[in-house]
């Protein structure tokens, strides 16, 4: 029964229990809360692949900086843009030399109701809704994209009495889907799953209306010696994990 099971395990793992070298580790990961999703699956990979284990924080991007900044003890760091890991390392938190770009996000304006948005993001200017929601601009990349499109639509002054500010991405969708609001700017990782926009209605915003949100990840000193940071890392930039990271509506 023993060497039937056996058969079963990767020949890596087969050969880390013959050298007596298989250590599991658990790294503490801050994560923006757009990428919520996909790091649980990522997370998986990670543990099937070499036993090591994640303990994720989401949060919107501006508040995991001033946690680490406080003395948080995360092991690295998967950001909503790409200035909050570069500032990380100017602060000598981070690990010189280990940032990268792992996603380009996309934002969306979506509502749970299927007949709300439309194609085109009619909807916006048609203003048949009480709340739009939208997440803080000051800690969320994916808000401040959502304020951009606002103005180069010129509709920021018309929009303002409408709008409802969540502290994360996370929390501003949950605001659309329980009806609080009803429609919000989201990133597109949220509202998809298998590649397929998973209930309601979405405009996907065009790309020329924001700034790229390239989003950044980090491996901060505290994770310096944690084999469970170092192989997320690593796996972050497989071609695997790539095709992963594209499912859920980003770009590589």
């Not at 087969?14 to 996909?38: D, K, R, Y």
């Not at 209930?199 to 980090?218: C, F, R, T």
């Amino acid at each position: 029964m023993f060497a039937r099971s056996l058969l079963r395990w990767p020949l890596f793992a087969l050969a880390a229990v013959a050298s007596g070298t298989l250590h599991a580790a658990e790294a503490q990961i801050a994560v923006a809360a757009n990428f919520a999703e996909p790091i649980k699956a990522i997370a998986a990979v990670l543990q099937k692949t070499t036993g090591h284990t994640l303990k994720i924080s989401v949060g919107a991007t501006g508040g995991l900086y001033a946690q680490i900044t406080n003395g948080a003890p995360f092991d690295a760091m998967l950001a909503a843009d790409t200035k909050t890991p570069a500032q990380l390392e100017a602060d000598g938190l981070a690990q010189p030399g280990s940032r990268f770009t792992y996603a380009t996000g996309k934002l969306v304006l979506w509502s749970a109701d299927a007949a709300r948005v439309d194609l085109q993001g009619a909807v916006l200017k048609g203003g048949a809704f009480r709340k739009l929601a939208l997440a803080n601009p000051k800690t969320a990349p994916y808000g401040a994209a959502a304020m951009q499109t606002m103005d180069k639509l010129g509709l920021t002054a018309a929009l303002t009495p409408k709008l409802v500010q969540g502290e994360s991405i996370g929390q501003t969708y949950n605001f659309a889907f329980t009806g609080n609001a009803e429609i919000a700017f989201v990133a597109m990782s949220q509202v998809l799953e298998g590649g397929r926009l998973k209930g309601g209605s979405m405009w996907v915003v065009p790309q020329n209306l924001y700034a790229p949100i390239e989003q950044g990840a980090v491996l901060l000193k505290r994770g310096a010696n944690n084999e469970a940071a170092v192989a997320l890392m690593k796996l972050l930039q497989s071609q695997n994990i790539k095709a992963l990271i594209r499912s859920y509506g980003y770009d590589i």
